[in-house]
């Protein structure tokens, strides 16, 4: 029995399919059948929720950044005898979007970590974010104000007794749940990227009763409260299915207008076009294209 969400990973020696929707069984034949059934391919129709909403609403703020936002020279991370980056020279800069792309255990993950701050190694290498130079005093927090993100790890941080509200506002202070009373302003902000997603008849219900996409559309919106400066997206499409992937791909090229794009993905075909920029990591070392 082989589960997945993706089409292109049933294997050959499979012999029949069954799709379920809603908690109810869609279609149940043999897989050739199955998957060339024309309703099938109507579930997974397009649709593009936010591009006019994001047109009349969201406001750029590429004007503020510095010219290179992300700088790395040298940058060396080791775990004892295990090397996981080595010798990484590289630079974003403002108007680019780039992808990272490798096996696991390439070191995607540790990139985006010396980032955000979550390696303690970034103090002891030479990274400068959005201007500010690792161990010149900044506080990561300073820093991330400035920063959006979505990924799994952080979705999954979630899986209690939270409101989507409170997810969405909690994006203002980079916490897990809110930590102080959102200002008027904040809940203003946050009021109009759930109009933007189409989010507001969620808002009172908790993240843990919803959807992985649902979920995921939220966690966009918790991101996006703060006008970003960059906005890194860490495997955005895993764990959805080809609908809820084309729509979280749609947002993402929408949202290139508004912001700088540092995306993670095992996947080709989730590079959106909007990418033009693309890190290679293999063996702790990078190649760019």
């Known amino acids: 029995m082989f589960i997945t969400n993706r089409l292109e990973e049933i294997p050959p020696d499979i012999s ?3 799709v ?3 908690g109810n069984i869609f279609i149940k034949r043999e897989k050739a059948e199955a998957l060339h059934n024309l309703p099938i391919y109507a579930l997974f129709k397009q ?3 936010i591009k006019n909403d994001l047109s ?7 004007q503020i950044a510095p010219d290179v936002l992300i700088e790395m020279n040298n940058v060396t991370v080791r775990y004892g005898q295990k090397i996981v980056l080595k010798n990484i020279n590289w630079q974003m800069q403002k108007g680019e979007n780039w992808a990272i792309v490798g096996p696991n255990g390439s070191g995607k993950s540790t990139i985006l970590k010396l980032i955000t701050g979550d390696v303690l190694q970034a103090y002891a290498n030479n990274i400068s974010i959005l201007g500010f130079k690792k161990g010149d005093g900044k506080s990561i927090w300073e820093i991330k104000k400035y920063i959006g993100e979505v990924s799994p790890d952080l979705q999954l941080r979630y899986q209690k007794d939270v409101s989507v509200f409170e997810v969405i506002i909690s994006g203002f202070f980079d916490s897990v749940g809110i930590i102080q009373t959102p200002t008027p302003q904040q809940i203003k902000q946050a009021n ?3 109009s933007i997603f189409h989010l507001n008849r969620y808002i009172h219900k908790k993240i843990a009763d919803l959807s992985s996409g649902q979920q995921r ?3 966009f919106a918790r991101a996006m409260v703060k006008n970003p400066l960059l906005l890194i997206l860490d495997e955005p499409c895993q764990g959805l299915d080809l609908t809820n992937r084309k ?3 749609d947002v993402i090229e929408n949202l ?12 080709k075909d989730e590079i959106p076009k909007c990418i033009n920029k693309i890190m290679y990591l293999n063996n702790s070392y990078a190649k760019f294209n």
């Open 192 to 194: 109009k990227w759930i």
């Open 217 to 219: 559309m939220i966690f």
């Open 47 to 49: 649709h593009n929720l």
């Open 16 to 18: 029949h399919a069954l």
């Open 20 to 22: 379920l929707i809603n």
């Open 247 to 249: 729509q979280i791909l």
């Open 56 to 62: 009349r609403n969201a406001n750029r703020q590429s």
């Open 256 to 267: 290139s207008k508004y912001t700088n794009l540092l995306l993670v993905t095992h996947h």
